[in-house]
């Protein structure tokens, strides 16, 4: 009787298990569909519209300013890389305009731009180039327009570091102490909510989306033949390994701040786009003679569905991840509202004067890196240039095309390149994340509470590792479409005083107007300290 019954309980306990497993199956099968519909309508059904939108209506309000005064923005940003006041920090708790930049394109310069690029090609063929140029055509002036705002609204914490971004211009612009209580309370909701789903976002694709890339790609192009028993039983040795060594290099940079997360983003980002722009510009040359149909078929194909749909996703999203899933953020951040809170900490007094450097990270990011990938992959031989189809041979997605264009020009070499190259994009973009992450805490909570943020980012790296879930992914990319949308209300809503700022930026600096008083700051103190400044000619 006692065995029966024993039995009986055991069985019944076995069912209740597989019963639970039926139900964490389902509830995750939940979850993804939940996340699906709610991604769809952020990201292409309000989130697409808005983000060009945005753009389109600042682009005017600015007299096309990307174009009217391209040689001055030019002249501001790549011109003056070579001058000492870009790099040179007057303020001990800053960073220079230059740090700033690469800062910020550590973090939209990522993996989207290699594997991003080949997805929107391969499913919207090579008509999608064209549409991932308009965007970040209309990007620029939506990127210029919120390091504007940054820096306007900006302040500084108790360490005397300069805080700003969306969550500032949403409190103090759109909901700012001369506005109705009703829009008071607006832009504070909207800030803390694009606040949480920053620092969400930032562990998921700023964070184990990147690693999980990287390790996939080292593990791939040097480990693939490798075969270790288990690390404790469960866990993989390679991905593990590789995970441990990030997280200790990433400790050592991410724990020391902005400045130190800066100044190694000074020194990587412009030697690994360089190297990248050279490597793809070999395979290029390498096939001259395809440059020319590839172009054709670039404005050929651009208006049909397919290439709209595709080129759509391009520009919106930065990766490319496991069949099935949404391949990311957009490549550039442009609308996002990450990139103003790096920009925001540069030692510089005239907002219009860091919102060049926004115009500049658009065009580096999108229109010369992902112009050089979307060329190596359309003169590589895998994409029909008079259809746009895929015709890959088999074992060849988007996720390895660029590196099997590579591996073709300089063999093995070739894709051990583009595993390197992932690295460095990836691992910069986990560094630029690290400090969005960090100042969304900091406005939430206080600065304080920002190394303990930074020490459990970085433990959260080896979870990216030896990941292979890719809900985490899907969902962090809703959470970067739920920071978009109130930034873009914050930025649309304080685009007439983006239309302000500029004109007034252009009187003084451009066309010479010497009565013209600068608008520097929101805030009185520190409008009557730059002003000081600039007029005295240290700006």
Known sequence: METELLQSMFAGMVQAVQTIGEYKYTFVDL?????????????????????IGTGIILTCLTGFFQVT???????????????????NKKEKA???????????????????????????????????????????????????????????????????????????????????????????????????????????????????????????????????????????????????????????VGAVIIIGGVKRIAAVAEKVVPFMAILYILGALVIILN?????????????KLAFGMKAVAGGTAGYLFKQAVVQGCKRGVFSNEAGLGSSVMVHSNSDVKEPVKQGLWGIFEVFADTIVVCSMTALVVLTSGYINLETGAFVAPKGISDANLVAKAFGNVFGAPGE??????????????????????????????????????????????????????????????????MMMIPNLIGVLSLSPLVFKLTKNY???????????????????????????LVEAGAE
């Open 31 to 51: 979850l993804t569909d939940v996340n699906d519909i709610i991604n769809t309508v952020i990201w292409v059904r309000i989130g697409l519209w808005l983000l």
């Open 69 to 87: 005064h391209v040689g001055h923005w030019m002249k501001k940003t790549i011109g003056g890389v070579f001058q000492k006041s870009a790099h």
């Open 94 to 248: 800053s960073v220079s305009q230059f740090q700033a930049l690469c800062t910020a394109l550590a973090a939209t310069i990522g993996t989207g731009n290699i594997a991003g690029v080949a997805a929107a090609i391969t499913i919207g063929g090579p008509g999608a180039v064209f549409w991932m140029w308009v965007a970040a055509f209309f990007g620029m002036m939506t990127n210029f327009s919120e390091n504007i705002l940054g820096i306007f609204f900006r302040r500084k914490n108790k360490n005397g570091e300069w805080s700003g971004g969306a969550m500032y211009y949403l409190q103090d612009g759109l909901g700012g102490k001369d506005k109705p209580k009703f829009f008071r309370v607006i832009g504070r909701v909207l800030a803390i909510l694009f606040a949480i789903c920053a620092i969400l976002a930032a562990f998921g694709i700023g964070n184990m989306g990147q690693i999980n890339k990287i390790t996939l790609n080292m593990q791939s192009a040097f480990f693939d033949k490798v075969e270790l028993q288990p690390l404790f039983g469960v866990l993989p040795t390679v991905p593990t390994i590789i995970g441990v060594i990030i997280m200790a």
């Open 287 to 299: 096939h001259i003679s395809s440059v020319g149909p590839a172009f054709a078929s670039i404005f």
């Open 416 to 481: 051990w390149f583009i595993a390197i190259a992932v690295f460095l994009f990836a691992f910069t973009t986990v560094l630029g994340w690290s400090h969005y992450g960090s100042k969304a805490v900091e406005y939430l909570i206080n600065e304080k509470a920002v190394i303990a943020f930074r020490i459990i980012f970085v433990g959260f790296m080896i979870v990216g590792a030896i990941s292979t879930s890719s809900l985490a992914w899907d969902v962090s990319d809703t959470f970067n479409g």
């Open 506 to 532: 252009t009187d003084r600096r451009i066309k010479g107007k010497k009565d013209v008083k600068p608008m520097l700051s929101y805030d009185p103190e520190i409008q009557k300290e730059h002003e000081a």
